[in-house]
């Protein structure tokens, strides 16, 4: 097939129009364009309240593909399809296992299933049609799972988020196309494939998550719940197998560590285990929300009830004069924020959609950076004693999982709110007016209202006094990183695959899958299946 680019068609456009535009740009009729097919479709708005625009990339037939070889408005398509490796030849006489059902877990698991390897699977907490039961009951009555929650379960945490798959890595072995067509088999949305900012939305990411389940078991692989690694056994440098629920022992020479970012207590497992782990940057602040028509309003012009047009989303950036980067993150249009604790008495937020973006407010985290430097000692794990104590603070406020709240307009005044006004929280259980200028020090609170500020220059609106701020956000990325070699594996400890987002080389769904992919790939290059 052929591919040519900026097929740009105003907003009420049809589908036929797509080929008539293609045949007006070739100079050819459009009775000789035969297929179709969308690769790519992004919204042009930046004249958004005259004319809103789709753009397409567009991969099409025709009888006579000599005719249009000449042509510089058309290539032939790139080859988008993945190849699975062949395996190597060192004698791999045990399963591999993988520690975590994440993003990263889950696809190093299929790609090891699809080469034959039949992985073991351990996850601590439930199947996700268990798991969605336990996360309701903590946010309708505040009753916490520690190990079955909006971090640990099937799917890791990504499963209870907007479900977004955009990301900035790039990719030239189609481990991006490979996931998301998984996805879509899975019962994910098509159109996933073709939207530049495709997103899944968590009422579908449950079905798809359990049918990749399947699909690793119908390969001969197995996926363990409630199946907490309690010990490693290493000798001499060597992984030899783990200890589940500490007491059954489960043997393996090949172990992929995929943890997630908040399995603290499997941080200080591997740290006690001798296994290198270094402090690691990232952020912390709060979530922010809006009226969804507000940002709607501020992004598609006179167009923001268009049926053609859902929630629109928005990406913000500014550095503080005190040199701290403040960012959003996790945008969530016609979201949620959400209660995300895994420990007990401890204060979480986090971001979440469904497919349909349908809820009256949009919201986003609003991230001010953290260095080692700013961490509590030199401790390899002081990052996480970090996290804790915002998270402690939050949620001492009331003794209960409720989320601290406050105008934007007050935090700016250092002044408890006291009445919500247009935006109201969406955060269950429930929520407490607090002045948040009290839980962080003030090289964040000075940088987010900065920021904040600044943002509401590039997004009417975003900056306007009833905005409101929950807190705390602080499980942005890991705080550690999991150090390890060319190879993939632990520098400390062979045969030991530190991989994704828990293990600091991921952040998202796409870069953790894709992570998890090509850490696969290089353990079926360097094993053969030997049982």
Known sequence: ??????????????????????????????????????????????????????????????????????????????????????????????????????????????????????????????????????????????????????????????????????????????????????????????????????????????????????????????????????????????????????????????????????????????????????????????RIEHLKELIDKSQYGKFYNHPRLKAADYKLSHRAKNGRAVYTFCMCPGGYVVASASEENMVVTNGMSEFARDNVNSNSAILVSVEPSDYPSNHPLAGVEFQRNFEKKAYAISNSYYAPVQLFGDFLRNKKSVKFKAVKPSYKPGTIFYDINNIYPEYITDALKEGILAMGKKLRGFSSYDSLLTGVETRSSSPVRIERNENYESISTEGLYPIGEGAGYAGGITSSAVDGIRVAESIIKRYKKGW
């Open 1 to 286: 097939m052929l591919r040519i680019n900026n097929i740009k068609l105003p907003i009420d456009h049809q589908d036929e129009d797509i080929k008539k535009e293609i045949a007006k740009k070739l100079n050819i009729s459009s009775k000789e364009i035969q297929e179709v097919r969308i690769i790519k479709r992004s919204i042009d708005a930046r004249k958004k309240n005259d004319m809103i625009y789709f753009v397409y990339n567009v991969d099409f037939k025709v009888e006579d593909e000599d005719k249009l070889k000449n042509n510089s408005l058309v290539m032939i398509s790139p080859e988008k399809e993945y190849i699975l490796p062949a395996q190597g030849e060192e004698l791999l006489t045990t399963r591999p296992i993988i520690i975590g059902s994440g993003p990263s877990g889950l696809f190093a698991g299929l790609i090891l299933a699809e080469a034959g390897f039949e992985p073991i699977i351990l996850e601590r907490g439930k199947a996700v049609e268990e798991r969605k039961k336990d996360v309701n009951l903590f946010w309708k009555k505040g009753v916490l799972n520690i190990e079955s929650n909006v971090q640990f379960g099937e799917g890791g945490a990504g499963t209870f988020s907007d479900g977004k798959l955009n990301t900035l890595i790039k990719d030239k072995n189609n481990r991006i196309r490979k996931m998301l067509e998984e996805f879509v088999k899975a019962g994910a949305p098509e159109e996933i494939l073709y939207v530049n900012k495709p997103h899944i939305g968590t009422d579908k990411l449950e079905i798809a998550v359990k049918n990749i389940r399947k699909k690793i078991i119908s390969l001969g692989g197995s996926v363990l719940f409630e199946s907490k690694v309690t010990d490693i056994i290493i000798k001499n440098g060597k992984v030899k197998g783990v200890v589940v629920n500490g007491n059954e022992k489960i043997y393996s020479d090949v172990i992929i560590l995929a943890i997630g970012h908040s399995a603290r207590d499997t941080f200080e497992l591997l740290f006690n285990k001798g296994i290198t782990i270094k402090q690691k940057p990232f952020s912390i602040g709060v």
